[in-house]
T-cell receptor
Framework: AQTVTQSQPEMSVQEAETVTLSCTYD???????LFWYKQPPSRQMILVIR??????QNATENRFSVNFQKAAKSFSLKISDSQLGDAAMYFC??????????????FGQGTILTVHP | DAGVIQSPRHEVTEMGQEVTLRCKPI?????LFWYRQTMMRGLELLIY????????DSGMPEDRFSAKMPNASFSTLKIQPSEPRDSAVYFC?????????FGSGTRLTVV
């Protein structure tokens, strides 16, 4: 079974600074997808960024980028120029591309990000 | 697009009562998921459907839980009888391709 681990229960950052959230995963599959979701106090789950395992290039979405290290099974999220609205719980998630894990998102435990003005 | 629509947003019920949570997926999406979020266990997949057919219900905690998807635009998650330990936020989500879009969730409190 696939597992996703977020080792940082809480992180904090100053407004306009950069912060990196860590995520590792365990899988025996070669093809899969990785995601970061943001959950603000409104509890809505918002997709921040995604990465296909077959792509070597790291995904980027505006101020959000990832560092995907397939061999190390690591998938960290970097938030640049942090804004107060970035404060939320962030979840790393894994989705298999086939087989029994296809379709299912497996989530990490989450990291609470606080942004200080 | 209105997104994934869940109802009700909040539900408070007494132990032993039947609870039905409702979900309307995004039009055109062919996969639908029910997740449960608690402080202790985080986000857990309960069941998912593909083309209205249940594919994996291994996450359904026990026989008190049941889910249906009678058509492509509607799904229900029913708990009968409800227990205090069922208190959680229940999310419905849908997808067509890689990304999964979540609804706003239903906060269920069983007293």
């Amino acid at each position: 079974a696939q597992t996703v681990t977020q080792s940082q229960p809480e992180m904090s950052v100053q407004e306009a600074e950069t912060v990196t959230l860590s995520c590792t995963y365990d899988t025996s599959e070669s093809d899969y997808y990785l995601f970061w979701y943001k959950q603000p106090p409104s509890r809505q789950m918002i997709l921040v960024i995604r990465q296909e395992a077959y792509k070597q290039q790291n995904a980027t979405e505006n101020r959000f980028s990832v560092n995907f290290q397939k061999a190390a099974k690591s998938f960290s999220l970097k938030i640049s120029d942090s804004q107060l609205g970035d404060a939320a719980m962030y979840f790393c998630a894994y989705r298999g591309a086939g087989g029994t894990s296809y379709g299912k998102l497996t989530f990490g435990q989450g990291t609470i990000l606080t942004v200080h003005p | 697009d209105a997104g994934v629509i869940q109802s009700p947003r909040h539900e408070v019920t007494e132990m032993g009562q039947e609870v039905t949570l409702r979900c309307k997926p995004i039009s055109g999406h062919n996969s639908l998921f029910w997740y449960r979020q608690t402080m202790m266990r985080g986000l857990e997949l309960l069941i998912y459907f593909n083309n209205n057919v249940p594919i994996d219900d291994s996450g359904m905690p026990e026989d008190r839980f049941s889910a249906k998807m009678p058509n492509a635009s509607f799904s229900t998650l029913k708990i009968q009888p409800s227990e205090p330990r069922d208190s959680a936020v229940y999310f419905c989500a849908s997808s067509l391709g890689i990304a999964i879009t979540f609804g706003s969730g239903t906060r269920l409190t069983v007293v």
